[in-house]
C-alpha cells in the first residue's frame, strides 16, 4: 500500500491541500472555499476531494498535518470564552494597568483593548511568594474555593491562575489548580507557571488569560475536526502546526493554543526555507498574500528569524514564534472612501463571504481582486483552471458605483489607486521585517505565495528597489506544502536572574535540569518513541541594570565556568552588533533559560513540477491587454505554467496563470524558468530605494 502525506492550509478566503504520495514522489494540489461558520467542514471536504483526485485510500494516509488561524481570529475579533482569573492579592487590576508606553504617540483617544478575563470576573485570594521562590504568605486555600464558586456563578467557561511570582515558585499556583479542578471538574484550566514560567507579571498574566480564552475554543474545534477525519477512515491523529515552526498533537494544542497564532504562515515560512536552500537562493523576504492579509518574514542563510513576544488583540503574547509580520491586505480587502474624501485600502476584508464582486458570491463592495479583474491581470473567465467563474461586469460595477463618482476619477485610475495603495502598503511590511532590523532587502530576493502574492510581488520589489522576485512553483499552495516539511518541536523558558559569575553555576544548572525534564514529559504526550531529537539552548542576557535582554545561543547543556565565560562574551558581541557598543566592564545578568526541543522526521519528496511542452508557444493561452504601473495597458501574452517548458528565458510583459495563483510580470523583466521549474524574475533597477 502506498504511504499518503496530507498537509493542509485554512485561510480567510479559500483552504489549500497537498497531498504527496511518498511511495512514487507524486504530488496532488487542491483549493476549496473557507468555511467560515465552522473551518473544519470545508477542510474535510476538501480531504475527500483530494484523495478522490489523487485515486488514494484514506487507510494509506500517514501524516496529516493542519495549519490554522482559528486561535488569531478569535482573539482580533474578541470572540474567546468567557474567561474567569484568581490572582495573588492586590494585583486584579494588572491586565489594565499594562505598560506605560502609549501605543499611539500622539493620539489620546486610543480605547485600551478589552481584557480576555474581564474585571467582574477577576478574583484575589491570599499568597505570596517572593521573587527566589520562598514562601511569605501561605495560600488561603479556602479564598481559593470561595473564588471559585463565584466565578462558577458568573458562567465563565476557563479559569486563568496568575500568582506573583509562581515562575520562580509554582507550589501555589498547583494547589489552587487542584482546588479548582476539584470544585469544578469540566472546567477549562491553566496557570501562569505551566504556560509562561518568566518573570514580568503583566506579559505572563497577558499571556496565560489568552490562553485560558482560548481553550474551550480550540478544543471544540479539534474534537469535530479530528473526529471527522477518523471518520474519512484516515488512521492515526492529525498534527497541528504551531507559530514556532512545529508540529504537534492535538493534546499538545489543547493545552496552549496560544502556540497556533501564526500556524498558517508558519508553514509558508518553512517551505519557503527549504525551497530557497534547494534552488541556491538562502535568502529572502518571503511575501504571503493572501484573501484577507499578508504575512512577511525574512530568511537568512537558510533560517528563518523567530521572536519571542507578540502583540494579539492589544496585548503580549509572550511564546516562541516565527518572526513573522502581518498586515491587513489581501485580495479581499475592501477598498472605501474616507470622510475626507481619500481612497483608503483595508484592514477590512470582504472574506470567503460574500467574497470580491467578481466571484459572484454576493459581494458588492470593490476589493483588490475587483481592481485586478478591472486591470486584465486576473483570467477574465474563471479561477482555479476553470473550477470558478468570474464575472468582471461586477467587479467594474463595484468599482464604478462606490468609488469612481465620490473620488471624481474613471474606473482606470480607481483601480490603480486601489493597487498603488495596497502595494504602499505591503512595502511597509517589508520594511518593518528588514530595514527595521538592519538588513537591506535589496540583498534579498522576495518569494511570492499564497493567491495573491504572486500578482503584487514584482510591483512591491520595484517600489522598495528589490531586483530578484523567486516565484516557487506551487505559490498558492506553498503554505500548505511547507506543512509536509514540519518537524514536531517545542519551546520551553522559565527565568533565573542571577548575575554571570561562578557563584550563580549551581542555580543556573538546576533551571536547565528543570526545563530538561519538561521536555521529556512533552515528548512523552508526542509519543516520540526513539525518533531522532535535537536540542538546543538559549540564555537570554544583559548588563546589570538594563531593563530589556538578548538571547544568546547556549552550545552545552550544562554550564561550566568555561561555558559561562564564553557565553558572555558572545553577548558582549551581540550586543555590539545590535546597539553598536559594548561594556565589558559592566557585571552581565542572566535572566531566561530557553531549551528547543526538535523530532526531525523524514523529508517528503521533492516536488518539482513536470514540463509538459516542449515549446513556449505551446503554452500560450492568449494575449489581451494588461494594465502595468509604467506603461498603462499594453498587449501581453497569457501563458499556462503547467504547460511552460523548463530552463527557457524571456521577457515580460507577461502573465502566467496556474490552478493556485496568477504571476503578474512588468515589461522589460527579464524570466527565467529553472530545471525544476522555479521562475525566477529579475526586475529592472528603475525602482525606489529602500
Given at each position: 500500500?502506498?504511504?499518503?502525506?496530507?498537509?493542509?492550509?485554512?485561510?480567510?478566503t479559500f483552504t489549500d491541500l497537498t497531498l504527496a504520495d511518498l511511495s512514487t514522489g507524486a504530488y496532488w494540489f487542491h483549493k476549496?472555499?473557507?468555511?467560515?461558520?465552522?473551518?473544519?467542514?470545508?477542510?474535510?471536504?476538501?480531504?475527500?476531494?483530494?484523495?478522490?483526485?489523487?485515486?488514494?485510500?484514506?487507510?494509506?494516509?500517514?501524516?496529516?498535518?493542519?495549519?490554522?488561524?482559528?486561535?488569531?481570529?478569535?482573539?482580533?475579533?474578541?470572540?474567546?470564552?468567557?474567561?474567569?482569573?484568581?490572582?495573588?492579592?492586590?494585583?486584579?487590576?494588572?491586565?489594565?494597568?499594562?505598560?506605560?508606553?502609549?501605543?499611539?504617540?500622539?493620539?489620546?483617544?486610543?480605547?485600551?483593548?478589552?481584557?480576555?478575563?474581564?474585571?467582574?470576573?477577576?478574583?484575589?485570594?491570599?499568597?505570596?511568594?517572593?521573587?527566589?521562590?520562598?514562601?511569605?504568605?501561605?495560600?488561603?486555600?479556602?479564598?481559593?474555593?470561595?473564588?471559585?464558586?463565584?466565578?462558577?456563578?458568573?458562567?465563565?467557561?476557563?479559569?486563568?491562575?496568575?500568582?506573583?511570582?509562581?515562575?520562580?515558585?509554582?507550589a501555589h499556583e498547583q494547589r489552587a489548580a487542584e482546588i479548582v479542578r476539584e470544585a469544578w471538574p469540566d472546567v477549562y484550566l491553566?496557570?501562569?507557571?505551566?504556560?509562561?514560567?518568566?518573570?514580568?507579571?503583566?506579559?505572563?498574566?497577558?499571556?496565560?488569560?489568552?490562553?485560558?480564552?482560548?481553550?474551550?475554543?480550540?478544543?471544540?474545534?479539534?474534537?469535530?475536526?479530528?473526529?471527522?477525519?477518523?471518520?474519512?477512515?484516515?488512521?492515526?491523529?492529525?498534527?497541528?502546526?504551531?507559530?514556532?515552526?512545529?508540529?504537534?498533537?492535538?493534546?499538545?494544542?489543547?493545552?496552549?493554543?496560544?502556540?497556533?497564532?501564526?500556524?498558517?504562515?508558519?508553514?509558508?515560512?518553512?517551505?519557503?526555507?527549504?525551497?530557497?536552500?534547494?534552488?541556491?537562493?538562502?535568502?529572502?523576504?518571503?511575501?504571503?498574500?493572501?484573501?484577507?492579509?499578508?504575512?512577511?518574514?525574512?530568511?537568512?542563510?537558510?533560517?528563518?528569524?523567530?521572536?519571542?513576544?507578540?502583540?494579539?488583540?492589544?496585548?503580549?503574547?509572550?511564546?516562541?514564534?516565527?518572526?513573522?509580520?502581518?498586515?491587513?491586505?489581501?485580495?479581499?480587502?475592501?477598498?472605501?472612501?474616507?470622510?475626507?474624501?481619500?481612497?483608503?485600502?483595508?484592514?477590512?476584508?470582504?472574506?470567503?463571504?460574500?467574497?470580491?464582486?467578481?466571484?459572484?458570491?454576493?459581494?458588492?463592495?470593490?476589493?483588490?481582486?475587483?481592481?485586478?479583474?478591472?486591470?486584465?491581470?486576473?483570467?477574465?473567465?474563471?479561477?482555479?483552471?476553470?473550477?470558478?467563474?468570474?464575472?468582471?461586469?461586477?467587479?467594474?460595477?463595484?468599482?464604478?458605483?462606490?468609488?469612481?463618482?465620490?473620488?471624481?476619477?474613471?474606473?482606470?485610475?480607481?483601480?490603480?489607486?486601489?493597487?498603488?495603495?495596497?502595494?504602499?502598503?505591503?512595502?511597509?511590511?517589508?520594511?518593518?521585517?528588514?530595514?527595521?532590523?538592519?538588513?537591506?532587502?535589496?540583498?534579498?530576493?522576495?518569494?511570492?505565495?499564497?493567491?495573491?502574492?504572486?500578482?503584487?510581488?514584482?510591483?512591491?520589489?520595484?517600489?522598495?528597489?528589490?531586483?530578484?522576485?523567486?516565484?516557487?512553483?506551487?505559490?498558492?499552495?506553498?503554505?500548505?506544502?511547507?506543512?509536509?516539511?514540519?518537524?514536531?518541536?517545542?519551546?520551553?523558558?522559565?527565568?533565573?536572574?542571577?548575575?554571570?559569575?561562578?557563584?550563580?553555576?549551581?542555580?543556573?544548572?538546576?533551571?536547565?535540569?528543570?526545563?530538561?525534564?519538561?521536555?521529556?514529559?512533552?515528548?512523552?504526550?508526542?509519543?516520540?518513541?526513539?525518533?531522532?531529537?535535537?536540542?538546543?539552548?538559549?540564555?537570554?542576557?544583559?548588563?546589570?541594570?538594563?531593563?530589556?535582554?538578548?538571547?544568546?545561543?547556549?552550545?552545552?547543556?550544562?554550564?561550566?565556568?568555561?561555558?559561562?565565560?564564553?557565553?558572555?562574551?558572545?553577548?558582549?558581541?551581540?550586543?555590539?552588533?545590535?546597539?553598536?557598543?559594548?561594556?565589558?566592564?559592566?557585571?552581565?545578568?542572566?535572566?531566561?533559560?530557553?531549551?528547543?526541543?526538535?523530532?526531525?522526521?523524514?523529508?517528503?519528496?521533492?516536488?518539482?513540477?513536470?514540463?509538459?511542452?516542449?515549446?513556449?508557444?505551446?503554452?500560450?493561452?492568449?494575449?489581451?491587454?494588461?494594465?502595468?504601473?509604467?506603461?498603462?495597458?499594453?498587449?501581453?501574452?497569457?501563458?499556462?505554467?503547467?504547460?511552460?517548458?523548463?530552463?527557457?528565458?524571456?521577457?515580460?510583459?507577461?502573465?502566467?496563470?496556474?490552478?493556485?495563483?496568477?504571476?503578474?510580470?512588468?515589461?522589460?523583466?527579464?524570466?527565467?524558468?529553472?530545471?525544476?521549474?522555479?521562475?525566477?524574475?529579475?526586475?529592472?533597477?528603475?525602482?525606489?530605494?529602500?
Open positions: 500500500m502506498n504511504t499518503v502525506w496530507i498537509g493542509i492550509d485554512t485561510g480567510g476549496t472555499p473557507t468555511t467560515p461558520d465552522d473551518a473544519s467542514r470545508g477542510i474535510l471536504q476538501g480531504m475527500r476531494e483530494i484523495l478522490d483526485l489523487a485515486g488514494a485510500k484514506p487507510e494509506a494516509v500517514k501524516f496529516v498535518c493542519h495549519g490554522t488561524t482559528l486561535a488569531t481570529n478569535a482573539v482580533l475579533e474578541g470572540k474567546w470564552a468567557y474567561t474567569g482569573m484568581i490572582t495573588t492579592a492586590g494585583f486584579r487590576d494588572i491586565l489594565e494597568l499594562a505598560r506605560q508606553r502609549r501605543p499611539s504617540f500622539f493620539n489620546l483617544d486610543v480605547e485600551k483593548p478589552t481584557p480576555p478575563a474581564v474585571r467582574a470576573a477577576r478574583r484575589e485570594v491570599t499568597e505570596r511568594v517572593d521573587n527566589v521562590g520562598e514562601v511569605l504568605t501561605p495560600l488561603d486555600e479556602a479564598g481559593v474555593r470561595a473564588a471559585v464558586g463565584e466565578l462558577q456563578r458568573l458562567g465563565c467557561d476557563a479559569v486563568a491562575i496568575c500568582f506573583l511570582h509562581s515562575y520562580a515558585n509554582p491553566c496557570t501562569s507557571s505551566d504556560v509562561l514560567a518568566e518573570f514580568r507579571e503583566y506579559e505572563r498574566f497577558a499571556t496565560t488569560t489568552v490562553n485560558a480564552s482560548l481553550l474551550p475554543i480550540i478544543d471544540r474545534y479539534l474534537e469535530r475536526f479530528e473526529r471527522g477525519v477518523a471518520d474519512l477512515g484516515i488512521p492515526g491523529r492529525p498534527l497541528i502546526m504551531q507559530s514556532n515552526g512545529g508540529a504537534v498533537s492535538p493534546d499538545t494544542v489543547r493545552k496552549f493554543p496560544i502556540n497556533t497564532f501564526f500556524s498558517g504562515p508558519a508553514g509558508g515560512v518553512i517551505g519557503a526555507a527549504t525551497l530557497g536552500e534547494s534552488a541556491g537562493v538562502p535568502d529572502v523576504i518571503t511575501f504571503d498574500m493572501g484573501g484577507t492579509s499578508t504575512d512577511v518574514a525574512l530568511i537568512k542563510d537558510g533560517k528563518p528569524g523567530k521572536k519571542s513576544v507578540r502583540e494579539m488583540g492589544g496585548f503580549p503574547v509572550r511564546t516562541r514564534t516565527l518572526d513573522i509580520h502581518t498586515i491587513g491586505a489581501g485580495g479581499g480587502s475592501l477598498a472605501w472612501v474616507d470622510p475626507g474624501g481619500l481612497l483608503k485600502v483595508g484592514p477590512k476584508s470582504a472574506g470567503a463571504v460574500p467574497g470580491p464582486a467578481c466571484y459572484g458570491r454576493g459581494g458588492e463592495l470593490p476589493t483588490v481582486s475587483d481592481a485586478n479583474m478591472v486591470l486584465g491581470r486576473l483570467n477574465q473567465t474563471a479561477l482555479l483552471d476553470g473550477r470558478m467563474p468570474v464575472f468582471p461586469d461586477r467587479a467594474r460595477a463595484a468599482i464604478e458605483t462606490h468609488l469612481c463618482e465620490r473620488l471624481g476619477i474613471d474606473l482606470v485610475q480607481a483601480a490603480a489607486g486601489i493597487l498603488e495603495i495596497v502595494n504602499v502598503n505591503m512595502m511597509g511590511a517589508v520594511r518593518v521585517i528588514s530595514v527595521e532590523q538592519g538588513e537591506d532587502p535589496r540583498r534579498f530576493a522576495l518569494m511570492p505565495f499564497g493567491g495573491a502574492g504572486p500578482l503584487h510581488a514584482c510591483d512591491v520589489a520595484t517600489m522598495i528597489g528589490m531586483q530578484q522576485v523567486f516565484v516557487p512553483q506551487r505559490p498558492g499552495i506553498l503554505s500548505a506544502l511547507g506543512l509536509l516539511h514540519a518537524d514536531t518541536r517545542a519551546d520551553f523558558s522559565l527565568t533565573r536572574l542571577a548575575l554571570a559569575n561562578s557563584e550563580s553555576i549551581g542555580v543556573l544548572n538546576a533551571g536547565l535540569a528543570q526545563l530538561a525534564d519538561r521536555a521529556k514529559g512533552w515528548l512523552a504526550t508526542e509519543q516520540a518513541g526513539k525518533a531522532d531529537v535535537v536540542y538546543e539552548w538559549h540564555v537570554d542576557l544583559r548588563y546589570f541594570g538594563q531593563n530589556f535582554e538578548l538571547a544568546v545561543a547556549l552550545t552545552s547543556d550544562r554550564i561550566t565556568l568555561g561555558v559561562l565565560d564564553a557565553l558572555v562574551e558572545r553577548f558582549h558581541q551581540a550586543h555590539d552588533q545590535v546597539y553598536g557598543y559594548r561594556m565589558p566592564e559592566r557585571l552581565v545578568e542572566i535572566v531566561n533559560l530557553r531549551m528547543g526541543v526538535t523530532v526531525t522526521r523524514p523529508l517528503a519528496p521533492d516536488s518539482a513540477a513536470v514540463a509538459t511542452s516542449a515549446a513556449l508557444s505551446d503554452a500560450l493561452i492568449e494575449q489581451r491587454p494588461v494594465w502595468f504601473p509604467s506603461t498603462g495597458f499594453v498587449p501581453t501574452p497569457i501563458y499556462h505554467r503547467n504547460r511552460m517548458p523548463h530552463a527557457i528565458t524571456l521577457q515580460g510583459p507577461a502573465v502566467i496563470e496556474q490552478m493556485d495563483a496568477t504571476t503578474v510580470i512588468p515589461p522589460k523583466a527579464d524570466i527565467t524558468v529553472d530545471p525544476v521549474g522555479n521562475i525566477m524574475v529579475q526586475l529592472p533597477i528603475e525602482g525606489k530605494t529602500a
